[in-house]
Structures are given as C-alpha cells and as structure tokens.
C-alpha cells in the first residue's frame, strides 16, 4: 500500500513538473528537476504515457515529455450515452465506444480501420465537419466544434475534440448523442457549456471569448492563472488580458479582413506580464456570426516564448556552425597553399602536423572535390571517398593504380610528364575525360602541388580534382549556340539600353555592308534606319521589356544607302542580377517577298486598268440576268453611272431586249457566242449598234458563274486579250520562282492553283491537284482544315504547323503563312498560303531535346535529394536519391505532394519562403524537417535557385538538398 502511494505521489511530482513547462521537457530535465534517477523517471513516464496523462514530441534524438492537452479517449465514454468514434492523425478509424448501429447504422467492426472519406453519415459529411477535421490534419489549433445534425428524422448533438488514444498517440473524437424530443433548447445549450467546459477546464492552453466590442465573456482558468488573477477579475475587461490595444485592435481587423473568406486569423503578440518580463503568446480567433452580423469572436491561445527563444538559439548555433565551417574551410585552403613550406619545417612541427592531419582529415573525408596523392612514379597513396560518387570506384579500388590509369588515353601525356623526374612543378586547373565504372565519361579538373622529402627530395604529389562536367558540357552547348547563330542568314544582333550594338553576326555584317575587320561597337542602331523606324523600334523595345518580345515589320538602310525591308524580332533580357537590360534582335530579309506583293498587286491594278481603259463596254452578267459590273466605256455607251447599272436587268439597255435576252441565255446553253449584233440605247435616246461577243466564266472547280460580254472593235479585242495573257504570265512566273511551296484554296477547301515548289514536295502534277482536297495531303487532315477555316475566320494565320505528305510516304515538316484574298469589293475569294520546310529547324530542336535528357539523366544519378518545379510553382521533378530517402514514388511526389512529407510544424514557414522566394526570382536556403522512409524526420537543408531556357525565359526553379542527420559511414 505504501508503494502505491509513493507511485502516486511521485507521478504527481512528474505532472505538476511538466504543468510548469508547457513546451515539455526531457528525461534528464526531469531527472535533474526532481533529483531522481534517470531509469526511474523513464519508468514513470512510460506509465503516464500509457494512461495518455503525458504527450511524447521527438525533435531529431531529442524527446521531450510534456502534459496532455487532450482527452483520454476511453473517459469520454462516461460524458456520452451515445457514440464516440476515434481518428488517427491519418483520419482511419482507430476505436470506436458506446451504441454504434443506433447512431451511425453500422457495427463497430464495419467501421473500424476505415478512412474517414468513405463513412457516408452526416457527422462525417457534414462540410463544416470536414473542414475542422481537415484543419487539424495540417496542423490548424481551434477549440472543440459543436454541430446539430439530422439522420433518418432523428436530431443528433455531435462534437468534436482532440483526444489521446491508451497507446499514447494523438487523434480527433467524434461524440454523437440524440437530442431528447422534449428536452427545451435553453437545458441543451446548457449541457453544451458543461461539456465544454468540462473539456477546456484542464487544458494549459488559454481559451478567450469576446462579443463584438472587445469585452471578454469567458476566459478559462488556465489563462487567468497565467494572467496571475481570477477568472472573475478579468470579465467584462476590454481586449485580451495583458495585450496592448493596439495589438487587439490590429487582430480585430485581420479578422474582419479574413471574414469574407471564412477562415480563422492567426496573430503572434508580445505582452508585459505583472513582473514586469516580456512574453510572446500565439492566437488564433475565430469569427461567431449570426444572420452575417459579427456577435463574438473566439480565441484559443498558448505562450511560445520557449519556442521563440529556441529557435533565435538555434538559429545562433547554426550561425556559429557555419562561421566554424567557414574558418575551417580557410584553414583547409591556406595549410593546402603553404603544404610544401610545412613539409621543410617537418622535423619541428612533426608532433603538430599529426594533429593537423587527424583534425583535417574529416573535412576531406566531406568535401565536394576530390582529394588525392600519389607517389613519384604517379601511383595513388591516397583519395578521398568523394572519387565514389564521381567516378564509381571506391577509394580501395583505386589506391595502388596510376593516377591516369582512368583518364583518356589520348590525354594522359599532359600529366605523364610531371612525374617524369626534373619536372617536379605544380600545375593548376588541367582538364581530363575520365572513364566512370559505369562506362561513361566525365570531365575532371586536377590541380597539384609536388611533394619533398626530408631529404628535400620530390617524393609525389598531392592535389584536388573537380568535377566539371556540366560545365563542360554547357561550354560545348554555347558554342554550338554560336556557330547557329553565326551562320543563319538572318541578321543577329546585341545591343544596350541606348541602341549600342554589343555583337553581330557574319549574315548581319554582309547584308548591312560592314566590313569584318569594321568594330561593331562604333555603330548605334539607329544609324541603320530612319528617325521614324527607330521610333517604331523604340516603342517595340518597351514591349518587349513588358512582354518579354516584339515582332514587326521595318526597313534596314545598309552602309551603302541600301533599303532592306525586314521582319524584326526584338527580346529584352539581362546577363544577370542588376545588370542593364539588353536587346537580342533577329531580323529577316523579307525583300523577295515584298517584291513579289507589290508585283503582284501590280498586276492587279494593271489588269484592272486595262479593263477601264478599254474603249468598248465590258459587262459581266449573272445567271438571273442582272449586270455584275462594267467598265466606263458602257457608262460611257449607256449614259448611267457603274453604281446605277450594277444590279439591274442587261437587257434593258438594248433597242431589242427580246433579242439581247437570247444572246445570253444562248451563251449559258452553248458556252459562248460571237460576233451578236444588238443596239445599246443611252438615257438621252441615241443608240450605238455594236457587236457583241461573249462566254460563260466559272469558278475553280468549273461552276458556271456568269457570262463576260464585250461589244468591240475586233482588233481592239485581240490587242486587249494579248496584254491580259502577258499580265498572267508575269504574275505566274513569280509565283513559280517562290523556292516555298504556294497555293491558292478555296472557301470550299479545294485547290485553286499551285507552284512547282507544290509539285515537289506532293509528287502530284498541277493538273491532278487543282480542284482537289487541299486536306488531303497532310499528315492530319483534320489539323490542315482546321488551319485554312481559322484563315477564313480571322484572316490570317502565322508559323502553322503540318507535316505534307509526298506520294511516295515519305513526310516534309512545314510552317503555314497564309492570309484570305479578296475580289475587288472586298469579298472573300479564297486563301493563299505559304509554307516554309522546317526539317533542319526540327533536327536542331531535337539535339536540344537529347541535351536535356542527358542534363536529367545526370540529375538522377546525383547522390543528394533533387527536385525541380516549373513557373507554375508545381513539383515535377525528384531525382532517384530523393524518392529513395522519402520511399514514395514520383506520381506521389508531383505537384504539392511531397510536402506531405514535411514536419508539420515547418510546412508553413517552408512553403511561404519558398513562394515568396519564387515570386521574387532569387535563390533561397532553408531547413526543414522531411519524414525519412523509415518514418522518422530528417533535418534537411535546401537549397534552390530560378532557371531559365535558352531564350532566357524563367521555366521554374531546381533545389538541392542535404540530410544534416544523416550518419556518415
């Protein structure tokens, strides 16, 4: 009996130790508090642990024991004639008390193990009840929630409060009881402040409810302890007991602020206790609302001075950490640099130097290079582990062979001959391919100084080697960058914020007329345009610093006055952080082109003319008879304008309308006729006998559109037929000449015309295509028609993609220019497109694409956690050591996934610097917590910086990490 009571008191002893550490404390802690043994309080505290009296927090290998703020779950059996139902911290459900089936419908067994998501019963489906329980799974401190529910007619009161399970493990319980048929509303509202009551009364955390003005209602008695007065003293007082106004002020507007979105308001305050010290307190309120009107607001509290404290002496050690590692760092670098005076003085300092190599020899054992030493003859007395993850092999593997056994054959002279005997001098910075065990080829920079004897006699070498193979391979990148650039026909140039030109390529110096040995830096851009395009330039310059790019049309005015129309592309983009922004500008040569448009229209306007010119009436004529349209000479004949006649009856303008109606209905049954005589009639009553000659003229695919009629001088004709014939022949041979394939559609989508280029990228003859399916020589058919109807619908369209196919099955890749045409009243004919053959474009871009792949292939084998996102802030990438340190897969991983693997007490603070991080482009460092895929957290620190494509386009950032806990072998 003694015992028991002795167990008893000093469990007691241990509670009320733990009630005046409200941040917990460890077993050492108590153990020295209390002056008991170390065994014997772990005893105690097991058993605590067991009756959920204790919580147990694991912060890396520290535990610290601290009193529970939450409900054992087998006690709340006795404040329920009803149901309870316990969630784990993963939402299953873990136990189950009371009548089950009478509550819920189901039996105990049917709902234990099961996920919260798939009970279908309104104390689970509730919204309210989903959001206070998914709140507590991220992490979110409230008080217990009361809710009314209904299911199958009957009223359930249901509530839910965070619980301890008997095994110590923290969870969520839901209490459901059935509302009495004639119990009075005011008798249930009371039962719900006895239970709530009941459930805060023990609770170290501070529980505050005030109305609408600030004045406290209820205050538990933790915090008026806290506040060293009664709970009586501190009602009805204005704001937050020991708060400043200013502080309650500023957390009443967050409120209202958070109102619209319905979510609680989180504040940290700083208050001045009664002794005068200064203490840091945590609130989350929420709002109480009645008909949209704010009544109370309720806040739920705890001091974290403890914590705040910590983490400033954290955030002080990590400091002093790094200023050690930085030091000793420097040290490393300044023994290397003075090795050869140290080894002189060897006799003297041999005692030191022992000392020296013991404690330097773990900072090589971790550096990132790799450290090696040879003997006189090249053979390896020492490398650090680092050669494993670079190379392959380990450090056993490699001692005892030829520091260039692993290197290329081909370079393995340049460091052969320092170990040739007189050489014996150091050498920095010589790069070698070597061979990986793995068979692949890494670029290794070595650096070495020789080593002497007591004797003074050279004896080897002793150096670093560094990995710089994605240097190496971003070098070779640039320079196959280089060598596009500089032998693409288009005009590339570079130039500053005032117009001054940086660099030009070969192309630009030729079309320009600027010598090559000419240094471009002496020329302005403007000086190759005028006032009026550079101001054009200027204005796209602004848009491109907005937008990123600028495309339009302008002329360039070479050094030998020289006019070259061309269409610009202008980026704006910066060499790095707070430099001055600069502009890339590729230009193209567009004068075939315009020549052939202005030809072309040109030719429109003479045809035209020669239309109007003509001394004899021309009229086209309708199907029903009424005129189409005329040529002054029949305005001339009839004494009516072009407007007056177009629409109206042709053969209302004859001495015989009888006869002139014959005449063209003949031309509609026969296709033609010639030589029919007929008498115009002008408006003031004289007639002009006139011959008239005329046939049917269709559209592409052979349709009877309308007749064309002439009355003339037969010579005449002849002279005005030939010119009409030259016109086409002109027109056709510069659009045969286009090297682009060219054609012509209709608003059916059938073919009109082509070139030869047409011809010999289909393998079909311009008779067999005209008149047929434009669709139907493309690899998508359904992607071409989509194409020239976009045409129709917005008149144009710009670098389209098709692949044409040749008869033969072989396929060509093509961008589509193409834009409608139009008649002369402006209605629209048909399309005519341009394609351009992208193959070697497509060949370049597919080399680019092998780069990346090896660039990634790279980052998967890389020994630390990686991770990259994209400019949506979305993970969509991890590296192989990332998903072997979580255990998760990469589709559980993407997007927002892995921070499911953070702390939850660092997900916060983690994601808004990341995001903020993010938004600002810079790189950022943080630590935080991440569960290992044994289920305990790792400190890990991160680090991440902005990337950008080659068109210095930001596409995301990439993150390296490292596991600060992790053992070293």
């Known amino acids: 009996m003694p015992s028991q009571e002795s167990d008893i008191a000093t469990s007691s002893r241990i509670l009320e130790l733990l009630s005046d550490a409200p941040q917990g404390a460890s077993i050492g802690e108590i153990s020295s508090a209390l002056n008991m043994n170390r065994n014997l309080v772990a005893k105690y505290l097991s058993i605590l642990h067991m009756q959920g009296r204790v919580e147990l927090r694991s ?16 006690a709340l059996s006795l404040i329920t004639r009803g149901c309870v139902i316990g969630l784990d911290q993963l ?154 106004q200013d502080d309650f002020t500023r957390i009443k507007e967050d409120v209202l602020k958070n109102w619209s979105l319905n979510e609680p308001t989180v504040s940290d305050i700083q208050v001045v206790m009664n002794d005068g010290s200064v203490r840091w307190q945590t609130w989350v309120f929420h709002p109480v609302r ?94 650090n582990p680092k050669a494993t993850s670079i190379l392959g092999y380990s450090p056993e593997e490699l001692v005892g062979k030829k520091i260039w056994s692993k290197i290329n054959p081909d370079y393995r002279n340049h460091i052969e001959h320092y170990f040739s005997g007189a050489k014996c001098s150091p050498f920095e910075q010589i790069a070698f391919p070597m061979t990986r065990s ?69 192309a630009g110096r030729k079309i320009l007329k600027i010598p090559e040995t000419e240094d471009i830096t002496r020329y302005n851009n403007a000086s190759f345009m005028t006032s009026d395009e550079w101001t054009k330039i200027l204005e796209g310059r602004s848009i491109a610093i907005r937008e990123g790019i600028w495309q339009g049309l302008t002329r360039l005015i070479a050094t030998d006055g020289t006019i070259i129309p061309v269409s610009q592309v202008i980026i704006a983009h910066k060499q790095g952080k707070g430099e001055e922004m600069l502009f890339s500008t590729v230009a193209r040569d567009i004068s075939d082109i315009t020549k052939f448009r202005q030809e072309l229209e040109d030719a429109s306007v003479y045809s035209r003319n020669l239309i109007e010119v003509n001394l004899d009436p021309l009229v086209t004529i309708g199907p029903d008879g009424k005129i189409q349209d005329v040529n002054h000479a029949t305005e001339m004949a009839t004494g009516f304008s072009r407007e007056k006649l177009i629409g109206t009856d042709f053969c209302s303008y004859f001495s015989d309308p009888v006869m002139a109606r014959e005449g063209y209905e003949r031309v509609f049954l026969q296709g033609y006729v010639r030589d029919y005589p007929l008498e115009i009639i002008h408006k003031d009553g004289h007639s002009t006998p006139v011959l008239y000659n005329a046939s049917v003229y269709r559209d592409k695919n052979g349709n009877i559109q309308g007749v064309f009629a002439a009355a003339r001088d037969i010579t005449e004709i002849v002279k005005f037929q030939k010119k009409l014939e030259e016109s086409h022949n002109y027109t056709r041979n510069l659009i045969e000449a286009s090297l682009d394939p060219l054609v012509t559609i209709g608003q059916d989508g059938k073919i009109q015309d082509v070139n030869h280029a047409t011809e010999m990228v289909t393998g079909y003859a311009r008779e067999n295509l005209i008149g047929t399916d434009f669709c139907a020589y493309f690899k998508d058919p359904k992607k071409a028609r989509e194409g020239y109807e976009r045409v129709f619908s ?71 956690p990686i991770w990259r996102s994209g400019p949506d802030a979305k993970c969509n990438y991890f590296n192989k050591a990332w998903l072997k340190f979580t255990g998760r897969t990469l589709e559980e991983e993407y997007d927002d996934g892995w ?9 916060d603070r983690c994601i808004s610097q990341y995001l903020s991080s993010f938004d600002k482009r810079i790189p950022f460092y943080i630590q935080y917590r991440l569960r290992h895929h044994d289920g305990s957290y790792h400190r890990i620190a991160d680090y991440g910086a902005p990337i950008y494509d080659l068109k210095g386009e930001f596409t995301g950032y990439i993150g390296s990490c490292y596991d600060l806990d992790k053992e070293e072998p």
């Open 290 to 383: 009645e008909q949209g009107i704010l009544t109370e607001l309720h806040g739920y509290g705890r001091d974290i001075t403890d914590e705040r404290e910590r983490e400033n002496l954290y955030l002080r050690l990590q400091k002093e950490f790094n200023q050690d590692v930085q030091e000793k760092t420097s040290e490393l670098r300044e023994i290397t640099a003075q090795l050869r005076k140290e080894i002189d003085e060897r006799k003297s300092l041999e005692l030191a130097l022992k000392r020296s190599e013991e404690k330097y020899r773990n900072l090589t054992e971790i550096t990132t290079d790799i450290i090696w030493e040879t003997d006189l003859f090249g053979t390896i007395v020492y490398i």
């Open 438 to 506: 793995d068979g692949l080829e890494v670029w290794i920079e070595f650096s070495g100084i020789p080593l002497f004897n007591d004797e003074h006699q050279f004896s080897g070498y002793r150096g670093i080697g560094r990995d710089i193979t994605k240097s190496k391979l971003i070098e070779e990148h640039n320079q196959r960058l280089r060598a596009i650039i500089e032998n693409t026909p288009d005009i590339v140039r570079i130039s500053d914020i005032h117009g001054d030109l940086l660099y030009m390529n070969k």
């Open 794 to 864: 917005q008149g144009y369209v710009r670098d389209y993609p098709l692949e044409i196919i040749h008869k033969d099955g072989h396929s060509t890749p093509v961008l589509y220019n193409a834009s409608v045409y139009r008649d002369k009243n402006g209605n629209i004919q048909g399309v005519f497109a341009a394609a351009r053959d992208i193959t070697a474009l497509l060949e370049s871009e597919f080399t680019l694409a092998a780069s990346r792949d090896y660039y990634l292939k790279i980052l998967d084998e890389f020994p630390n």
């Open 59 to 74: 912060y890396g290998k520290v535990k610290l024991y601290k009193k529970t703020t939450r409900i054992p779950f087998h």
């Open 899 to 907: 921070a499911t693997g953070v702390h939850p007490d660092d997900l």
């Open 91 to 244: 939402l299953y459900v873990k136990e189950v008390l009371g009548y089950c089936r009478e509550m819920t419908g189901s039996d105990k067994n049917e709902l234990l193990s099961k996920p919260f998501s798939e009970i279908f019963h309104p104390a689970f489906t509730n919204p309210v009840v989903k959001k206070y329980i998914q709140e507590y799974r991220n992490g979110a401190v409230a008080p217990p929630l009361y809710k009314e529910i209904s299911w199958r007619k009957r009223g359930f009161d249901l509530t839910v409060v965070p619980c301890i399970f008997d095994d110590g493990t923290q969870g969520l319980a839901l209490i459901l009881a059935e509302q009495a048929n004639n119990a009075p509303s005011h008798k249930k509202e009371k039962s719900h402040i006895r239970t709530y009551q009941y459930l805060t009364r023990e609770t170290p955390n501070f529980i505050l409810h005030l109305n609408a003005e600030g004045d406290v209602l209820y205050v538990n008695e933790s915090y008026a302890t806290y506040c060293n007065a009664r709970a009586s003293d501190l009602l009805h007082t204005n704001g937050i007991p020991l708060a400043t």
